[in-house]
């Protein structure tokens, strides 16, 4: 059995300030609720993981780079996350992909570095919107998949985040067919290289306009064992609900 995780992804948003939203979000996790992430700006990860001690949210990071060390100024490793206390790291975001050139081949990398440093790596896939209006959709999403997951994926150490790129910020949602499709792709593909036996047990998150309206009629799909959230997750009343809307799902 998959357990459910709502991760929340707050971008380049938050000072030490915003960290009281964790310590309200903390009181309405509850025991037997899905699993809870936070993933900060990197300045914050420390002070988020002692803010949150004891509490049933863990705390991950946005990126991690491909060696443990080095003359890479601005850069943090995943044994430098890890140290913080942080247990998961975002990886491959489109925004990355975009903005930073990050490659599948790069993703991978970044994914191996973070299993070495005992993260779990959240691996985003996604397409744009010219690939979803020239029906390149799952072509996509399968190169990613080959190039962005190395070999020996699995649910202990991976989870894969579904995030149509026209979707994220937008305002707009793909219809539950369409998010359908692409979840039950991504676990055929999973099954097909690692085997049932591992492929059923990596979690697959959907992400790109999650919001409280519209998260319960997601979490009714198969394989949508949650979300990866951007702005909803900002504030403990926003991210709450669809903590709960997963948690009944």
């Known amino acids: 059995m998959r357990r459910k995780l709502a991760a929340g992804n707050w971008k380049m948003n938050g000072t030490a300030g915003a960290l009281s939203e964790l310590v309200e979000l903390a009181k309405h996790v509850k025991p037997g609720d899905a699993e809870t992430l936070i993933c900060p700006p990197a300045p914050l990860l420390y002070l988020a993981c002692e803010k949150l001690r004891g509490t049933a949210i863990a705390i991950g990071a946005q990126d991690c780079h491909i060696e443990a060390s080095g003359a890479y100024t601005g850069d943090i490793s995943a044994p430098m996350v890890a140290d913080t206390g942080a247990t998961y790291v975002i990886l491959g975001h ?3 992909r975009d903005a930073h050139d990050e490659t599948n081949a790069d993703i991978a990398a970044k994914t191996r570095a973070a299993w070495g440093a005992g993260l779990t790596a959240i691996i985003c896939i996604g397409e744009s919107g010219a690939d979803r ?3 390149k959709t799952l072509d996509v ?3 990613q998949l080959a190039g962005s997951v190395p070999e020996n994926a699995s649910g202990q150490n991976s989870v894969i985040a579904y995030e149509p790129i026209w979707a994220i910020g937008t305002g707009k949602t793909p219809t539950l067919d369409q998010i359908v499709e692409v979840h039950d792709f991504i676990r055929a593909r999973l099954n097909d290289r690692f085997g049932q036996e591992t492929g059923d047990t990596i979690r697959l998150l959907y992400g790109g306009s999650v919001k ?4 319960a009629e997601i979490f009714t799909a198969e394989n949508v064992d949650g979300a990866l959230v951007g702005g909803a997750s900002l504030k403990a ?3 709450a609900p669809i903590i709960k809307a997963l948690s009944r799902a």
């Open 141 to 143: 999403i399968a190169a």
């Open 133 to 135: 209006e020239e029906d």
């Open 237 to 239: 009343a926003d991210f």
């Open 94 to 96: 489109s925004e990355r």
């Open 212 to 215: 409280s309206e519209n998260a």
